[in-house]
């Protein structure tokens, strides 16, 4: 399984930007699909994360009510639309996907066992 996450740049605070999230060798149907991001240093955060058959979708408290996770049946893809990104949304944003996790575990980087190469996003103040 291939991923490829895109759409990264620099946006200005209080703007907006969506990043991408595809697949190549196979369709994201029964996976979890997550978006993390990392600053360099730090370990790598939980943003929000999506259950491609039941569409329930999970949030890291940072970025509740500003980013939305959604997919696209048709297009094999997840999307992570930031509305009103903040200076501390800065980062290398990755999207990953497994299989078989349970809600407790959704927020673990450990727990995915596929990921994308990352796309940067830098917002400036």
């Known amino acids: 399984v291939q991923l490829q996450a895109y759409g990264g740049g620099l946006v200005q605070a209080g703007g907006s930007l969506r990043l991408s999230c595809a697949a190549s060798?196979?369709?994201?149907?029964?996976?979890?699909v997550a978006w993390f991001r990392q600053v360099s240093g730090k370990e790598r955060e939980f943003v929000a994360a999506?259950?491609?058959?039941?569409?329930?979708?999970y949030y890291a408290d940072s970025v509740k009510g500003r980013f939305t996770i959604s997919r696209d049946n048709a297009e094999n893809a997840v999307y992570l639309q930031m509305e009103s990104p903040k200076p501390e949304d800065t980062a290398v944003y990755y999207c990953?996907?497994?299989?078989?996790?349970?809600?407790?575990?959704?927020?673990?980087?450990?727990?995915?066992?596929?990921w994308g190469q990352g796309t940067e996003v830098t917002v400036s103040s």
């Open positions: 990953a996907i497994d299989r078989g996790i349970i809600l407790s575990m959704i927020r673990r980087a450990a727990e995915y066992d596929y």
């Open positions: 060798g196979r369709t994201f149907q029964s996976y979890t």
């Open positions: 999506i259950k491609w058959s039941s569409g329930h979708t």
